[in-house]
Protein backbone atom coordinates (compact mmCIF):
# COMPACT_ATOMS: atom_id res chain seq x y z
CA UNK A 1 0.00 0.00 0.00
CA UNK A 2 1.08 3.12 -0.97
CA UNK A 3 1.82 5.85 2.02
CA UNK A 4 -0.12 9.56 2.24
CA UNK A 5 2.68 11.00 4.56
CA UNK A 6 6.87 10.80 5.06
CA UNK A 7 8.26 9.90 8.57
CA UNK A 8 8.37 13.34 8.95
CA UNK A 9 4.80 14.00 8.22
CA UNK A 10 4.91 15.52 5.36
CA UNK A 11 2.71 14.80 2.18
CA UNK A 12 4.21 12.65 -0.24
CA UNK A 13 3.42 13.09 -3.95
CA UNK A 14 0.64 10.12 -3.99
CA UNK A 15 -0.78 12.18 -0.92
CA UNK A 16 -0.81 15.05 -3.17
CA UNK A 17 -2.30 13.37 -5.71
CA UNK A 18 -4.89 11.49 -3.82
CA UNK A 19 -6.30 15.58 -2.93
CA UNK A 20 -5.00 16.60 0.32
CA UNK A 21 -3.12 19.85 0.85
CA UNK A 22 -0.34 20.55 2.46
CA UNK A 23 -0.72 24.24 5.02
CA UNK A 24 2.52 25.90 6.12
CA UNK A 25 1.86 29.67 7.82
CA UNK A 26 -0.47 31.73 5.70
CA UNK A 27 -0.01 28.92 2.41
CA UNK A 28 -0.57 25.98 1.07
CA UNK A 29 0.66 23.27 -1.33
CA UNK A 30 -1.51 21.27 -3.56
CA UNK A 31 -1.36 19.55 -6.54
CA UNK A 32 -3.81 19.26 -9.56
CA UNK A 33 -2.74 18.09 -13.09
CA UNK A 34 0.35 17.28 -12.37
CA UNK A 35 1.30 20.74 -11.26
CA UNK A 36 2.20 21.58 -7.98
CA UNK A 37 0.72 24.67 -6.89
CA UNK A 38 1.37 27.50 -4.03
CA UNK A 39 -1.13 29.69 -2.69
CA UNK A 40 -1.53 32.36 -0.21
CA UNK A 41 -1.35 35.65 1.14
CA UNK A 42 1.67 37.38 2.03
CA UNK A 43 1.72 40.04 4.27
CA UNK A 44 -1.91 39.86 4.75
CA UNK A 45 -3.25 40.97 1.49
CA UNK A 46 -0.22 40.38 -0.93
CA UNK A 47 -1.96 37.14 -3.09
CA UNK A 48 0.74 35.09 -4.14
CA UNK A 49 0.45 31.94 -6.37
CA UNK A 50 3.43 29.96 -7.85
CA UNK A 51 3.62 26.67 -9.90
CA UNK A 52 5.77 24.13 -9.79
CA UNK A 53 6.77 21.03 -12.02
CA UNK A 54 8.37 18.44 -8.68
CA UNK A 55 7.46 18.52 -5.02
CA UNK A 56 10.74 19.52 -4.59
CA UNK A 57 10.68 22.61 -5.89
CA UNK A 58 7.25 23.65 -4.82
CA UNK A 59 8.73 22.77 -1.29
CA UNK A 60 10.88 25.13 -2.16
CA UNK A 61 9.16 27.77 -2.97
CA UNK A 62 6.90 26.97 -0.08
CA UNK A 63 9.98 27.26 2.30
CA UNK A 64 10.95 30.70 0.17
CA UNK A 65 7.76 32.45 0.27
CA UNK A 66 7.36 31.40 4.57
CA UNK A 67 10.63 32.95 4.86
CA UNK A 68 10.33 35.75 3.29
CA UNK A 69 6.78 36.71 5.18
CA UNK A 70 7.55 35.34 8.11
CA UNK A 71 3.80 33.46 8.43
CA UNK A 72 5.41 30.23 10.09
CA UNK A 73 5.99 31.28 13.67
CA UNK A 74 6.56 27.53 14.54
CA UNK A 75 9.98 27.23 12.52
CA UNK A 76 11.24 30.12 13.88
CA UNK A 77 10.70 28.97 17.78
CA UNK A 78 12.63 25.68 16.90
CA UNK A 79 15.50 27.64 15.33
CA UNK A 80 15.68 29.85 18.25
CA UNK A 81 16.30 27.28 20.93
Known sequence: MMNLQTATGKLTSYGFACG???RRGGFTLSR???VYHVKGF??????HWETARTLTEARTLLRQL???YGLCGDARKR???
Open 20 to 22: YIE
Open 66 to 68: DNL
Open 42 to 47: GAGTVP
Open 32 to 34: EHN
Open 79 to 81: DAR
